[in-house]
């Protein structure tokens, strides 16, 4: 068994109105389900994707209005790294940032920056036979667009993981500190870099969690496999959009097993992904409580036309 890579990555906001207004209108991403944390209803789970919410390009967060700003720590994941398919689509991105004021640190290949609240993120010219996984966008070329996953970093020590990632998981090691993680379709990659001396801070601006990118008809082994293992994986949880296996890999990042599929279009149309609140079935008859105390947003197509 093999995952098709990075499902998605969930990262937690505390303000969702800008976080709406930066992936959605100056990083070209689609709004393709408003929804809520099924741990926490009275707050968002937003999720940005590719045109039509494809796993491998899905960068969600949770919203906790006012949240405090986190710091990325030993156990964690402190870089986000996206595909861009030339130096072309690099130029672009940074003088698209930085006319917005966004802070940027080129090199050959590769576009450094950080969100509004602090989220480290990586523009890397990949070149792969995976497919593009872009959106529409009427300021941003498609060519120049960006096409998904191609990683992520954590800060933790690789000797402690290493024996579950490739004997458990199996990722394929590419030396010391780098591991592939490909399937049939489609792969990227997981990286450590050495902590640094402060602890980390969960908070706005930090990354909550990896998923991993699943078959539906194998997800019941994985959460065997991981069993067995001893990491302590929660049962298969029922997301509605996807379903979902949570465990702690051995350095502490916390890791999930997610479905390919069904989808976010089950409950919406293509055509209108994201412009309503979506709640799954099991939570439709808290609308009328969680709708009133959600943070109002912008109209992610209003925020493309200006």
């Known amino acids: 068994m093999r995952f098709e890579g990075i499902h998605h990555i969930t990262c937690i906001t505390g303000d969702a109105p800008g976080n709406v207004d930066f992936y959605v209108r100056v990083l070209g991403m689609r709004l393709v389900k408003k929804s809520v944390n ?46 861009v398919a030339s130096e072309d689509a690099i130029e672009f991105w940074n003088d698209r940032l930085s006319s917005e004021g966004v802070e940027v640190d080129r090199h050959e290949g590769s576009l450094r920056f950080s969100d509004p609240e602090g989220l480290a993120l990586e523009l890397s010219v990949v070149e792969t036979t ?10 941003i070329p498609r060519e120049l667009a960006l096409q998904g ?45 050495e902590p640094p001396r402060e602890p980390g801070i969960p908070g706005a601006g930090t990354v909550h969690h990896v998923a991993w990118a699943s078959p539906q008809d194998e997800h019941e082994a994985w959460q065997k496999r991981v069993a067995e293992s001893g990491a302590h994986p929660t049962p298969v949880i029922e997301r509605f959009y996807f379903r979902s296996i949570y465990f702690r890999e051995p350095s502490g990042v916390l890791f999930e097993i997610a479905t390919i599929g069904p989808g976010f279009t089950v409950d919406e149309p293509l055509e209108t992904l994201g412009e309503r609140l979506s709640l799954p079935p099991d939570y439709e008859h808290l609308r009328e409580r969680v709708e009133p105390v959600l943070t109002p947003l912008p109209n992610p197509r209003e925020l493309v036309q200006r």
């Open 38 to 83: 099924q741990d926490d209803p009275t707050v968002y789970h937003l999720f940005y994707a590719d045109e039509k919410g494809s796993a491998g390009s899905d960068l969600t967060f949770f919203e906790y209005p006012q949240a405090a700003a986190g710091r990325a720590g030993r156990g964690m994941v402190h870089r986000i790294v996206f595909r």
């Open 130 to 139: 995976d497919e593009p996984l872009t959106a529409e966008h009427p300021e």
């Open 149 to 193: 996953f191609d990683g992520v970093r954590a800060y933790a020590d690789p000797d402690r993981s290493r024996d579950f990632l490739e004997q458990t998981l199996s990722f394929d090691p590419h030396g010391d500190s780098v591991w592939e993680v490909r399937g049939d379709k489609r792969g990227s990659w997981y990286a450590y870099d």
